[in-house]
């Protein structure tokens, strides 16, 4: 399975061990999950400006007519 090397500081890497210990979860399932909830919420906030940006063209659209 392809793996990703991720450098954190000191700091970083100590709120990071906090927060998964938190979650009962090992640290590597915890910043796996993050990462890629990360990019979930990303994604779906691109597909929503689209729409918003669809809907705002559209009404352009329908008075430049």
């Not at 990703?4 to 910043?31: H, I, M, P, Y």
Request: negative net charge; glycine residues 2%.
């Amino acid at each position: 399975m392809p793996a990703l090397n991720v450098t954190f500081t000191d700091a970083e890497l100590e709120q990071l061990r906090a927060s998964a210990s938190g979650t009962e979860t090992s640290l590597k399932v915890f910043v796996h999950d993050a990462a890629l909830a990360a990019a979930n919420d990303r994604k779906r906030m691109i597909a929503q400006l689209a729409q918003e940006v669809a809907a705002t063209s559209a009404e352009l659209n329908a008075r430049l007519a």
